[in-house]
């Protein structure tokens, strides 16, 4: 008796919780920016790239911004393998669901703390 009763109550349960657990694999860029905690200062002028986050992370589109000059202030993440830099923020730089900026780890040793 117990058991006829409990079922159309997990079996609903069961289906919401895969049904969110599948769309939740897409990364936004929030995730990439919520990283970039690292205040930093750029002692070199490097080169900025504007990414639109894909449904993973070899789906991410990659577009020249501009550049950032040496002295700036803006906060840093750590190096990600498959993005292939830094992800940074700051007022001119924001990250939004969709995007978020990055500078290509090829640069090396282009700020301090």
Do not use: C, D, Q
Not at 72 to 84: A, E, I, P, R
């Amino acid at each position: 008796m117990k058991i006829k009763k409990v079922i159309p109550v997990i079996l609903p349960l069961l289906i919401l919780f895969f049904t969110f657990s599948t769309n939740a694999s897409a990364i936004s860029a929030h995730e990439y920016g919520s990283t970039a905690k690292t205040s930093v200062k750029t002692t070199k002028n490097v080169k900025v790239y504007k990414v639109t986050a894909g449904k993973f992370e070899a789906a991410n589109k990659f577009t020249y911004t501009g550049h950032i000059k040496k002295g700036t202030h803006l906060k840093v993440s750590n190096y990600f393998m498959s993005t292939g830099g830094y992800v940074i923020k700051n007022k001119h730089y924001r990250v939004t669901h969709k995007t978020f900026y990055l500078v290509p780890e090829m640069n090396g040793h282009w700020y301090k703390k």
